[in-house]
């Protein structure tokens, strides 16, 4: 798609985001307090997530190229 549509259709602040998403080393987003359902559905969008658990603390994550997603459940 062209750059000249893509900007037509987006707003202000997802031309600021894909800016600096272009701009940057990488990219880290992050949900806390999911529910199971949805930090998997979350951390899907980037690819197959995996599951890990720390003291307690249980979350999925998923990465690909230079973005990662993590969603940490409710305790």
């Known amino acids: 798609m062209n750059k000249r549509i893509r900007k037509k259709y987006l707003s202000v602040e997802e ?4 800016g600096l998403y272009k701009d940057c080393e990488s990219v880290s987003f992050y ?10 559905l979350f951390t899907s969008m980037i690819g197959k997530p995996e599951i890990e658990s720390s003291r307690g603390t ?6 690909q190229d230079k973005i990662s997603a993590t969603a940490f459940i409710k305790s």
Do not use: V
């Open 31 to 40: 949900r806390h307090n999911d529910s199971l359902e949805n930090a998997e």
């Open 58 to 63: 249980i979350w999925f994550s998923s990465t």
């Open 15 to 18: 031309q600021k985001l894909l």
